[in-house]
């Protein structure tokens, strides 16, 4: 296949980077709104002559066909290109999703489920990859992240109240809008730009060979990295499963919690762009250290003072704090570990390890929490200061890899389209 020609900056490339951006965050809103597989799956599974045992079984599969589909995604985006990735995958959604709103039979029914939970996981790494391809240098590329993710997170925290308007457990409308919404997903992305400006920042986002001044090789701090992030999405998965069965067991209700969930959600919509303008001026490895150790404290603090309401209000903010520095980091690491050419493939493996974080996480707090309630606080503040000393100690180093130049976001971002698949 032939190398695609170089695309010199011009006056326009910026106009096209934000363009891309903003096209790119609206098909990830749209879509996102349609997102009640996520909210309702189960209560839709319950609805139909699935026992408990097969219900399980349906959803186990459905989040390793997702694992799956976001590695899978990111390898057909560095193969093909994101565009084309990403409107293939929005596409199919809309149709599965149509026939799954057309209340089929079980076995059918289960496929699409199944199907499009995939599909939506296969989203995130290439949308990922264009919105790295928008940034014009590493400072700015937290703060392009954390962009994606406000329109990630208003699409996410609008989904439920679209269900309490067309009705919770009416899932012929609730599959008929997520279709919809796919396919006008995958409309808005055909306004991305095909030709993306190259990157020219002199500062390389790695530099060295595969092995580290002596330390271990790039494949191992990779390997090490990702898992270390997965295990963070299981940490964080306790402020959404643990959490509320120790404040239903304390308060006789769920109110206070629900008052959490909207303050942890407005906080993130308002604060992670303009705190991501301020943690850009350090190494990334910093604020998402940081991050997770704030992250876990706010955990413990909340989880441990369940009693009190004013310090369980204290500990959730804390907790939010840390998720706005270490949650857009992620994905600016993960750039950062990428060789040449395969930046979607390395942010399709972070999103892979954290969905397992948070579809083993809930089970894991939740057995813990009934067996050891009165150490699970400290076990998690544990883990996550481990994780946080154990990921300082690694990526303070320089990153390397034998494939990495001066500029690898460059190279991982070649200006036309490589085809389509």
């Known amino acids: 296949m032939a190398k695609p020609a170089e695309e010199t900056i011009t006056p326009n490339s910026g106009h096209r980077s934000r363009r891309t951006l903003a096209v790119v965050g609206l098909s990830t809103l749209v879509g996102r709104s349609g997102g009640f597989l996520s909210i309702f799956g189960s209560i839709y599974l319950t ?61 059918v029914a289960l496929g699409c489920m199944i199907l499009a939970s995939g599909m939506t996981a296969a989203f995130i790494p290439p949308a990922a990859t264009l ?36 009705g919770e457990t009416y899932f012929d409308r609730l599959f008929l809008y997520s279709a919809i919404a796919n396919l006008i997903a995958a409309l808005v992305l055909l306004l991305t730009p095909r030709h993306i400006p190259q990157n020219t920042d002199p500062h390389p986002l790695a530099t060295g060979s595969t092995h580290t001044h002596g330390g271990p090789s790039h494949g191992t701090v990779v390997g090490i990295t990702l898992g270390a992030l997965g295990i963070t999405a299981a940490l964080y998965a306790q402020f959404q499963s643990t959490l509320p069965l120790a404040i239903r067991a304390e308060h006789t209700g769920l109110a206070i919690y629900s008052t959490l969930i ?51 209000v204290a500990g959730a903010l804390i907790f939010t704090f840390g998720e706005m520095m270490f949650a857009p980091v992620a994905n600016t690491v993960a750039a950062r570990l990428a060789p040449a050419g395969k930046s979607a493939r390395y942010q399709g493996y972070l999103s892979s390890m954290q969905a397992l974080g948070f579809a083993l996480g809930p089970a894991a707090g939740v057995a813990l929490y009934f ?51």
Not at 274 to 300: D, E, H, K, Q, V
Not at 384 to 401: D, I, K, Q
């Open 47 to 107: 609805s139909t002559t699935l026992g408990p045992n097969s219900i399980v079984v349906v959803l186990t599969v459905a989040g390793v066909f997702s694992m799956l589909s976001s590695v899978l995604s990111g390898r057909l985006a560095d193969r093909f290109s994101p565009r084309s990735i990403l409107i293939s995958v929005s596409v199919i959604n809309a149709v599965v999703l149509a026939v799954l709103a057309a209340n089929p039979g079980i076995p």
């Open 131 to 166: 919105v790295q391809r928008t940034s014009r240098s590493e400072k700015t590329l937290t703060t392009r992240f954390a962009t994606f993710r406000l329109f990630l997170n208003i699409g996410t925290t609008s989904s439920p109240l679209i269900a309490m308007i067309l």
């Open 262 to 312: 909207l303050i942890n959600s407005a906080t993130v919509i308002i604060g992670e762009v303009p705190l991501s303008i301020l943690t850009r001026r350090f190494a990334p490895w910093i604020p998402l250290t940081l991050g997770i150790a704030l992250m876990s404290t706010g955990i413990f603090l909340a989880g441990a003072c369940v009693a009190v309401p004013v310090v369980m």
């Open 371 to 421: 067996t050891a309630a009165a150490y699970i606080w400290l076990v998690i503040l544990a883990i996550g200061l481990g994780l946080s000393v154990l990921l300082g100690a690694l990526l303070r180093r320089p990153l390397g890899s034998a494939t990495m130049t001066e500029n690898p976001v460059a190279q991982a971002a070649p200006t036309t389209e490589q085809g389509t698949p």
